[in-house]
Nanobody
């Protein structure tokens, strides 16, 4: 069974950068699209970005375009989320999730435990 573990979160100043990693164990990642989501206190979970199993289809939420970059390394069973120009409103717990092949807004079958990102001076 696929298991996902996020890492790379932490405290960063506004304008700074972080790279989150989503590492898989149990099975290969090649058949899975990976989505990143986030949830801030008191807010609903929102989609951040997604990369299809092939890596050819990538999408971002509007507020992340130009600041965040998603990528994958199937040999390392890892998907990355490079986050630049971070803002206080990016503060949230970030989760990665997997579903078969194609990105969708919902219906993800596997979830990680999340990693905290705090943007503050």
């Amino acid at each position: 069974q696929l298991q996902l573990v996020e890492s790379g979160g932490g405290l960063v100043q506004p304008g700074g950068s972080l790279r989150l990693s989503c590492s898989a164990s149990g099975v290969t990642l090649v058949d899975y699209a990976i989505g990143w989501f986030r949830q801030a206190p008191g807010k609903e979970r929102e989609g951040v970005s997604c990369i299809s199993s092939s890596g050819y289809n990538i999408n971002y939420a509007d507020s992340m375009k130009g600041r965040f970059t998603i990528s994958r390394d199937n040999a390392k069973r890892t998907v990355y989320l490079q986050m630049n120009s971070l803002k206080p409103e990016d503060t949230a717990v970030y989760y990665c999730a997997a579903r078969s092949y194609y990105c969708r807004r919902s219906e993800y079958d596997y979830w990680g435990q999340g990693t905290q990102v705090t943007v503050s001076s």
